[in-house]
Structures are given as structure tokens and as C-alpha cells.
């Protein structure tokens, strides 16, 4: 039971999540959405915006979509003040082997790589 979900609801949340992220990557213009966002467009489990289990789901989501060579999906999802992503997705990124040292120039990177793919 992941972060205390069945692995059914879970697994609802996470293809819920990659679904509204793939439609975002496809636009043409405004592709990021907010953490707050996306947590209020899952309806498989109700996370909030800040929630360890809800970041984990897109760390999860970034290393499967990684592996597909389709770069890290949760680039997309970023912080209101920011827009950019959160610190748990540059520490990721590190360890996925990326070169965070310039977080700005990776995230643009990184977000260009998504809506390639």
C-alpha cells in the first residue's frame, strides 16, 4: 500500500495525474500547471497541494517517463511564485544524473524535452 493508498487508487492517482500532465505538454501555450492545480484535478485521492504522498507520485511519474526516454514529466508542475518546480524535483533530477547546477537553464531544458516528446 503505497503512503497508505490501496495500489488500485494509487495507480488511479498516478494515471490520472499523467493524463491532465500529457494533455498540458501537448498545448501549444500555457503547458505548466501549479501543484495546487493538479491536486485538485485528481479525483482518485484528494491531495493536497503540499502533501509528501503527492510528490512522491510525481517523483514516481518523472523517473517512470525518464526511463521511456520521454524526459521528466512533472516539469510541468510548478510553484505559484516561481513557476518553476520545487526543490524535490531538481534534487530528482541529480540523482536521475542531470546537471541542476543552473536550475533556470535545466527547467527550460527539461520543459522543451517534455513538449518534444
Known sequence: M????????WDAAKREAKTILQARAKRRANQTITYAELAAEITAIRFRAEESAFHQMLGEISVEEHKR??????????????????GGFFKLAKELGHDVRDKTAFFIEELNRVIAA
Open 69 to 86: 526516454t520521454m524526459g521528466m514529466l512533472s516539469v510541468l508542475v510548478v510553484l505559484k511564485d516561481s513557476l518553476q518546480p520545487g
Open 2 to 9: 503505497p503512503y497508505g493508498y490501496e495500489q488500485r487508487v
